[in-house]
Structures are given as structure tokens and as C-alpha cells.
């Protein structure tokens, strides 16, 4: 078996059994999701595998030439490799209720429909083609600068990231950053770190917030914290497409 044929068992299950509900309050209350146990260590080693298989993606980007932070990131071309295939439209599912419940907190009119495949078609429809799914690969003294992954006009509100390498053990530092940017306010700031194979949800740009007079709308960045040894490999969940 080679690590482009991974051995998947249906992630639809894996994900069914996630308390959705209790997803749904922890990114109203918190701006994201408690890390989910998602992928087992092998199928983490697996993923970490394809990063050198070069026929897999359709572009590499050197965060330091373009002032991103430092580090690398490759995203994969069509077809996607089938876990990640498989995971994109199962996790999409269950995040479209979420997602539409967003847009209507922050008085927009724009909802998802209940099947990833009729979303991207929609992307698709609007020149938004390329695959944005990604892995990611940081050495010692790497980072990544707070950021939004937006691609286009049309973009989901929340995406996911999978931990693929173990904290302390294959890497130290690395901290998964979120940083909320309140109207009028000081920013407010997370730090993560989850295990090996956990996912954590958040928004893509924005998310709405319950204030004295209703919601308010609270811009998002997320980055990484400097790795100060070893190697850290991560999967980037995106559900949009790419102009």
C-alpha cells in the first residue's frame, strides 16, 4: 500500500458521532471548536507521507518570499487524495447547519445548501475552480503570520485544521493562534495546541457575536506560533474553492 492509497474507513461515520450540537456552542462562545479526536497515528503518518509526492499538488508557496511567515505549504491538485476527498464533503455536512445559523446571527442573506458538491458547483460557476485543500510543513524557526483564507468572492464561513504530527514528541512551539479583532475593542487572542489527529473548527473571516443589542460581527485571523524544534505537519480543511 503506498501512502497515496490510504486505508480509510468512511469518515461520514467518524463524524457522525462528534456532538455536533456541542460544536455549534463552542464556536458561538469560544470562536472555535475544542480539538475533535478525528485520525488515527497511522493514517497521520500517512498524509505527512504525500507531502513529497509532488504529482499531488498544483502549487507550492515558500511563506518567507512572500512575507507569510516562514515555513511551507503545498496545495493539492484535482483529484484529491481519497481521505482527503472523503473528509471535504462528510465535514461539510454537518458545518452547512452551523454555517447558515452564522449568516443569519450576522443579518446576511446568503445560505448553503445541504450538499458540499452543489456549494462547489457554485464556486465553480464563479471562476473559483482550484482545489484549496492543503498540508502544511514547518521546521525549527517557522510560523506562520495571522491570516484569513478567503480565495474569492465566494467563500465558507468555517474550515477546518488536523494535527498530524504529535506535540512534544515530533516537534515543540507551533501553537495553533486565533485572534478575534472586536469593533471598538482590544483583540482577544486563543492559543491551541492539539494532540496528534485532533481537528479544530473555526471561522474563516468573521463570526457573529452576541452583544447587549443583538450580534456584532467579529473579524478572525488565525496563524502559528514559532516551531522551536522538530517538525510539524498539518492538514487545512477548506470548503471553498480557489479563483
Not at 446568503?110 to 492543503?134: E, I, K, M, S
Not at 514547518?138 to 488536523?162: E, S
Not at 482590544?186 to 457575536?209: C, D, K, T, Y
Request: glycine share 6%; net charge neutral.
Amino acid at each position: 500500500m503506498t501512502a497515496k492509497h490510504i486505508q480509510f474507513d468512511d469518515p461520514a461515520d467518524r463524524l457522525a458521532a462528534i456532538d455536533w450540537p456541542q460544536v455549534s456552542q463552542e464556536i458561538a462562545a469560544l470562536g472555535h471548536s475544542e480539538p475533535l479526536p478525528l485520525l488515527t497515528a497511522a493514517e497521520c503518518a500517512a498524509l505527512r507521507a504525500l507531502y513529497d509526492q509532488d504529482e499531488l499538488f498544483r502549487s507550492t508557496v515558500d511563506m518567507a518570499r512572500f512575507r507569510f511567515g516562514q515555513g511551507q505549504y503545498r496545495y493539492f491538485a484535482y483529484p484529491l487524495p481519497p481521505l482527503v476527498q472523503a473528509l471535504r464533503p462528510a465535514l461539510y455536512r454537518h458545518l452547512a447547519p452551523i454555517a447558515n445559523a452564522m449568516m443569519a446571527d450576522m443579518g446576511r442573506d446568503v445560505r448553503y445548501p445541504p450538499r458540499h458538491a452543489d456549494y462547489l458547483a457554485a464556486c465553480h460557476d464563479a471562476g473559483q475552480c482550484r482545489p484549496t485543500p492543503l498540508l502544511l510543513r514547518y521546521g525549527p524557526g517557522d510560523y506562520n503570520c495571522l491570516h484569513q483564507d478567503l480565495y474569492g468572492d465566494l467563500r465558507f464561513p468555517l474550515q477546518a485544521v488536523i494535527q498530524l504530527s504529535c506535540p512534544q514528541l515530533d516537534f515543540s512551539g507551533g501553537e495553533f493562534l486565533l485572534v478575534e479583532q472586536r469593533p471598538r475593542a482590544q483583540s482577544i487572542g486563543h492559543v491551541l495546541n492539539p494532540p496528534q489527529g485532533a481537528m479544530v473548527i473555526f471561522p474563516v473571516a468573521e463570526r457573529p457575536v452576541a452583544g447587549k443589542r443583538g450580534f456584532y460581527r467579529c473579524a478572525m485571523r488565525h496563524g502559528v506560533s514559532r516551531v522551536t524544534a522538530g517538525s510539524r505537519h498539518t492538514l487545512g480543511i477548506i470548503l471553498h474553492d480557489a479563483a
